[in-house]
């Protein structure tokens, strides 16, 4: 007994007898409303603690030496065959890598950007083309002339016409002139146009008949096209159907595929042409590309280090002309980085609203040679590449991603225009971390609001109900 009577005068909250308190309506609404704030601010609270909150550092880059860079890319270049289109990449420690097919694809594309055919092939390139060893510079010609008025009349005529397109001032035409017109003259002799007519050996002086030449699309020089009667043309779309020849060009290699051609064509008594079986034909005649653009997508992988991605026309056996060059293009696609998925950077966006706003920054614009910018005119972006990536509270990396900034430009060259990206990655990468919220603070905040609220309340309804009695006091001496 004694024990709980002294344990009951350490009581902090005495208790006031029920009979000794006084209810009145002011302390009522201010219970209410004590009581309403206090719900209020407790939902804010635990909103707050519910939230995700992150912190955002700048740091050194913690990629691993010999790390590599994804980059995506879907470009369109309107005026750019896919017969000769070529993705290069080269950076300051040495790489150069030409002509990348394995991760590329191209599909032929109208000045409209729509699609004109499936994808286009570029083959197996040769090591070395072929020529005559001996060039006789008093041969005979053999192959005829065709020009804009009598190409169309010539390709139907003949089942097969193969046509030389050159230009005068191209050296591998020249090295081509003497074993194409021997060729023409075997298979003339062989096959009298007049008599036999099955195949013809022809020419187009590109320099001469620079409409004609780029309505068959040829940018590269020489370009050998096989046209075959009736088929050369698609009714749907207009666009051309024909073959070009990438073999050997002396003159053995080039009279054995024009056999190889007429052999392939029907007798009377069949309705199919026969299939060529033979393999060195096979190799060295492909698809020629349906119309005179390209889009270019795919991916490449590249060395962290400042370096370059240049689109270009290439061959190993083509001239080109630079100033009919034009690299104007669209820009469908450039990202850098493993994919992101839509969702989620949606997701991340809840949390972090700025994040993902620059990582495609060039997507959907366009980049024109206009016709006061005048010929070889190379369009180059510089392009800085900086890391973020996001941590969780434990560690995890939940994404990472690179964003960029680019400036564009135009520039005259020397060489064949080109499109060029510079690329520059930053050595420092954003590291943006969710951060840890305790439990103790969040239900120290709630006390202190419960607490907080009932003591100001209690000051207020003390305040206000003495100065009520005050006013009666007033008022009763008033009437004394």
């Given at each position: ?204 002086d590109c320099t001469q008949e620079g409409d004609l030449c780029k309505r068959n699309h040829i940018q590269g020089y020489p370009s050998i096209r096989i046209f075959r009667k009736g088929s050369d043309v698609r009714s749907e779309h207009g666009h051309h159907e024909h073959e070009s020849y990438y073999g050997d060009r002396d ?47 795919g991916y490449v992988r590249v060395k962290k280090v400042p370096g370059n991605l240049i689109i270009s026309a290439r061959s190993d056996a083509h001239s080109f002309d630079a100033s009919q060059m034009n690299m104007s293009h669209v820009i469908n696609n450039l990202s850098f980085g493993m994919k992101v998925t839509p969702r989620a950077f949606s997701d991340l966006k809840l949390l972090i609203p700025y994040i993902g706003s620059s990582h495609d920054r060039l ?118």
């Amino acid at each position: 007994m004694f024990s709980a009577t002294k344990l009951k005068s350490v009581d902090f909250y005495r208790k006031i007898p029920r009979d000794l308190t006084e209810a009145s309506l002011s302390g009522a609404g201010l219970s209410i409303v004590a009581a309403l704030s206090m719900m209020f601010l407790f939902g804010m609270e635990l909103s707050n603690y519910l939230t995700v909150s992150t912190s955002t550092a700048v740091i050194v880059d913690k990629s691993a030496d010999g790390e590599f860079l994804r980059i995506e890319f879907n470009i369109s270049f309107p005026a750019l065959s896919c017969e000769f289109a070529s993705v290069d990449v080269s950076d300051v420690l040495g790489t150069h890598r030409l002509n990348i097919t394995k991760t590329v694809r191209k599909f032929s594309i109208d000045s409209n950007l729509r699609p004109t055919g499936a994808e286009f092939h570029s083959g197996t390139a040769a090591n070395a083309v072929k020529h005559d060893d001996e060039v006789d510079q008093e041969s005979v010609e053999g192959s005829f002339s065709l020009t804009t008025h009598n190409f169309d009349n010539y390709v139907h005529q003949f089942p097969i016409t193969v046509v030389n397109f050159y230009a005068p001032w191209c050296s591998w035409c020249q090295r081509l002139k003497p074993s194409w017109e021997k060729t023409a003259k075997i298979m003339k002799e062989r096959y009298d146009p007049e008599m036999d007519g099955r195949i013809l050996l022809a020419k187009v002086d590109c320099t001469q008949e620079g409409d004609l030449c780029k309505r068959n699309h040829i940018q590269g020089y020489p370009s050998i096209r096989i046209f075959r009667k009736g088929s050369d043309v698609r009714s749907e779309h207009g666009h051309h159907e024909h073959e070009s020849y990438y073999g050997d060009r002396d003159t053995e290699s080039l009279v054995k595929f024009a056999e190889d051609l007429v052999a392939s064509l029907p007798t009377e008594s069949q309705k199919l042409a026969l299939e060529d079986k033979s393999n060195a034909s096979a190799h060295a005649k492909r698809p020629a590309p349906s119309s005179g653009g390209c889009r270019i997508e795919g991916y490449v992988r590249v060395k962290k280090v400042p370096g370059n991605l240049i689109i270009s026309a290439r061959s190993d056996a083509h001239s080109f002309d630079a100033s009919q060059m034009n690299m104007s293009h669209v820009i469908n696609n450039l990202s850098f980085g493993m994919k992101v998925t839509p969702r989620a950077f949606s997701d991340l966006k809840l949390l972090i609203p700025y994040i993902g706003s620059s990582h495609d920054r060039l997507n959907g614009r366009s980049f024109s040679n206009t016709r006061h910018l005048g010929a070889n005119v190379t369009i180059e972006h510089y392009i800085q590449i900086v890391k973020t990536e996001v941590v969780d509270r434990t560690g995890y990396k939940l994404i990472e991603e690179y964003e960029y900034t680019a400036h564009s430009s135009v520039a005259h060259s020397a060489d064949i225009p080109v499109a060029k990206f510079h690329l520059e990655l930053s050595p420092m990468q954003v590291l943006i971390t969710e951060n840890q919220k305790s439990f103790s603070h969040f239900i120290t905040n709630v006390c202190a609001i419960i607490g907080g609220v009932f003591t100001v309340a209690g000051i207020l309804d003390s305040i206000l109900h003495n100065t009520i009695r005050v006013m009666k006091k007033v008022e009763l001496g008033k009437n004394f």
